[in-house]
C-alpha cells in the first residue's frame, strides 16, 4: 500500500471543493454503467431484502439509487454531504464503496469500522483502481489529490486475511469481501 503524508493532503476546505465538482448524476446513463461494474455482480449475490449501506456516497448518491431499484433498502453516509452518524449505529448485509477506499486518511481505522458495520456473513464491495505495474508517478489515480490511499492486489489479500474475511475479484477494479 502507498499512502500520502499528512502534510501533502488537502485541508478540508480544499478536499470538499474537490468532491464538488464531480458530476455524480443519477439519471446519467454512463455513470450507471460505470457503477454496475461493482452493482450487477453484487446483486447476482445478495438475498433479497438484504440491507446495505453505501460508504463514501458522494455529493449525489446513485449506487444506493440503484440498488433500491433492484428492491434492496439503503442508507448512505458520507462525511461531507450524509454526515448522518445514525446510519454508522446499524448493522448491514453488505456495504458498498465505490471509489472511496482511496480517500481514507486511516485505512486502518476506517476498515475497522466496516468490519463492525458488517453482520456476519455480510460483503464488503470496494471498487477502486489497483495499483500494479504501472509507474506510480505516471499513473492517473494518483493525479487527483483528494487520493491519499493506494492499495495493491497484496493490500486486498492482507485486509482479507487480517479480518478473517473471503475475497472475490469479479474485475479488476471490484474487490469483494465476505464477513
Not at 481505522?109 to 505516471?138: C, K, N, P, V, Y
Amino acid at each position: 500500500m502507498v499512502h500520502m503524508s499528512r502534510e501533502c493532503r488537502l485541508d478540508p476546505i480544499g478536499e470538499r471543493k474537490r468532491y464538488e465538482t464531480h458530476e455524480n448524476d443519477s439519471g446519467d446513463p454512463g455513470y450507471r454503467r460505470f457503477l454496475a461494474r461493482l452493482a450487477d455482480p453484487l446483486v447476482a449475490l445478495l438475498s433479497p431484502g438484504a440491507t446495505g449501506l453505501d460508504y463514501g456516497s458522494g455529493p449525489g448518491p446513485t449506487l444506493s439509487v440503484m440498488l433500491e431499484e433492484k428492491g434492496f433498502l439503503m442508507s448512505i453516509y458520507d462525511p461531507f454531504f450524509a454526515p448522518d452518524r445514525a446510519a454508522l449505529s446499524r448493522t448491514y448485509d453488505f456495504i458498498t464503496c465505490t471509489e472511496t477506499v482511496e480517500h481514507f486518511f486511516d485505512p486502518g481505522d476506517e476498515f475497522e469500522r466496516l468490519s463492525g458495520l458488517l453482520r456476519s456473513g455480510g460483503r464488503l464491495a470496494l471498487m477502486t483502481e489497483i495499483l500494479g505495474a504501472q509507474e506510480f508517478d505516471q499513473w492517473r489515480y494518483v493525479r487527483d489529490a483528494t487520493h491519499v490511499s493506494f492499495y495493491r492486489s497484496t493490500t486486498m489479500e492482507w485486509l482479507a486475511s487480517h479480518f478473517g474475511w473471503s475475497i472475490e475479484r469479479p474485475e479488476a477494479t471490484v474487490v469483494f469481501f465476505k464477513k
